[in-house]
């Protein structure tokens, strides 16, 4: 089934403008989740506001927006003025710059979405395309929609666009708030942890060789359960925290790592070049 676009939007770049849509990048689908349900009856719980002051139950059409300038304090929007808000937006996604793709850090980036060619805008779409995939740039651009002007990266991903949403710089959090320690590296052991990354080392980011596990038992588990029987979960302790050496701890991931895990087919590991530690002999897997 073709996705559904969610909105659209105008990229503009000098003269050139490309009617397109925007597409989520999620699947809705994929997620877990269970409903609140009441413990008597099994019956499915609603929503309800309730108002902070005298704790009436207000129903929605007696619900206003509003701003709080203060503590406590607010001013209230009418559906007019909130409107009004709303049509400032242009959806008009303007590029400023060109940049190169490994100029933006991921730490800036937000939620992604997919733009589509609209009508008429094909051949300047896949022009656009090309043009990033050749130069290896990204384009930076603004994009002004439901009342915030908002900073966004658009590059290529395979045929298609992508729009990253960006944080201001504002929005994310400085470094300096995370204590960490000024203590230097020493070559030993950045020697050995070079020679592990060497060996885990692959061409490419393959997403399709990894799934997510714990969902698939979640839903074994569900099905279980609807089936009429009992969950049972082995009890798990939390990790402890250890003091460890570094050296014996570098020595003995490099040994695991020169084995494929069962069911693996790891190609040979990367050596970092000579003085590499020999691979330990493959072990049989226990049947």
Do not use: W
Not at 76 to 83: N, P
Not at 194 to 208: A, K, R
Not at 257 to 278: C, H, I, W
């Amino acid at each position: 089934m073709s996705a559904r676009p969610i909105s659209s939007a105008m990229v503009s770049f000098g003269l050139v403008s490309i009617p397109v849509k925007l597409y989520s990048t999620g699947e809705s689908k994929a997620g877990i989740s269970f409903n609140m349900l009441h413990k008597k009856c099994n019956s499915r719980l609603k929503q309800q506001y309730l108002c902070s002051k005298d704790g009436e139950v207000v129903p929605r059409d007696e619900t206003v927006k509003g701003y709080e300038f203060a503590k406590d304090q607010y001013v209230v929007f009418t559906e007019d003025e909130l409107k009004a808000l709303e049509e400032a937006s242009s959806k008009a996604i303007e590029i400023s710059e060109f940049v190169p793709a490994s100029a933006v850090d991921p730490i800036y980036f937000d939620s992604a979405y997919y733009l589509g060619p609209d009508k008429g805008g094909d051949r300047a779409y896949r022009l656009l395309v090309a043009a990033l995939k050749t130069t290896g740039q990204c384009a930076i651009a603004k994009y002004a929609a439901r009342g915030k002007m908002y900073l966004v990266l658009v590059r290529p991903y395979g045929k298609t666009l992508v729009m990253q949403q960006l944080r201001y710089p504002d929005e994310v959090r400085s470094t300096s708030d995370i204590p960490l320690e000024d203590d230097e590296v020493k070559e030993a052991e950045l020697k050995l942890a070079t020679q592990f990354v060497s060996q885990l080392s692959t061409d490419g980011f393959h997403p399709e060789k990894y799934e997510d596990r714990v969902k698939k038992k979640i839903e074994a588990l569900i099905q279980s359960k609807v089936e009429g029987n009992n969950i049972t979960i082995a009890s798990t302790e939390e990790p402890k925290a250890q003091i460890i050496d570094l050296m014996e701890a570098l020595k003995a991931s490099l040994a695991q790592t020169s084995a494929p895990a069962e069911g693996e087919d790891r190609k040979p590991p990367k050596r970092a070049g000579r003085g590499a530690e020999e691979a330990a002999p493959k072990k049989k897997s226990a049947k």
